[in-house]
């Protein structure tokens, strides 16, 4: 077959064929017969919802998210992240990277700050960050960390967003947004420091 000038011819390759390859039957060829079948299971699901919001019964209720929050969440669903506080008010953190290290996503960035004056506590994140936008949820994090200086609450408020490079969420927030100083391995505060600073919560 003669081709015009700056055409390629490319042979046409046999598809591969396993051993485990499904094999369509009469029923799944009759195209028209399975639309109708999909068709009746999500018709089925609507009505059975529809019929548990006419009784008023749980299940069937939209949550207008973030102003109303899911009554039947699990209580230990995994939400967003917190940072445990020290009782200065400096993270629990020992920047082991534990965490970062056991992240099937690879989300977690840690760079360690060390403190020769903080002789309980000499290591701590000088920068630690969480990419939203990769993050699996997977609570990982929290099973590794040693400390018990990271935690997953219930809640994820402003997590969406339209631009995915600014779901970073960095060391300031994740100490803040929910704060928690309540860790089950405690360290003395940093010297020159008496307890939780003024004005933040403990």
């Not at 011819?9 to 999909?38: D, I, Q």
């Not at 960095?170 to 391995?185: C, F, I, R, T, V």
Request: with cysteine; aromatic share 8%.
């Amino acid at each position: 077959m003669n081709h015009a000038p700056g055409w390629v011819k490319v042979e046409r390759r046999t598809r591969r064929v396993y051993w485990n390859e499904p094999t369509m039957g009469a029923w799944e060829r009759v195209y028209l017969l399975e639309v109708v079948r999909g068709l009746a299971i999500t018709g089925g699901v609507f009505l059975r919802n529809m019929g548990k919001w006419i009784t008023g019964r749980k299940g069937a209720v939209t949550a207008y998210y973030p102003e109303e929050i899911r009554a039947d969440y699990a209580r230990h669903n995994r939400g967003k992240h917190v940072l445990v506080r020290r009782e200065d008010g400096s993270p629990q953190c020992v920047a082991c990277n534990m965490c970062a290290t056991v992240c099937p996503a690879r989300v977690i960035e840690i760079e360690a700050h060390h403190d020769p004056a903080d002789t309980a506590h000499p290591k701590s994140p000088a920068r630690f960050e969480i990419d939203y936008s990769r993050c699996i949820f997977c609570g990982l994090c929290v099973e590794a960390c040693p400390e018990d200086a990271i935690r997953m609450a219930k809640e994820v408020p402003n997590l969406p967003g339209p631009d995915r490079h600014a779901m970073w969420i960095g060391k300031e927030e994740l100490l803040n947004w929910q704060p928690a100083s309540d860790a089950a391995k405690r360290y003395p505060p940093r010297p020159g420091t008496t307890g939780a600073p003024a004005g933040e919560a403990s």
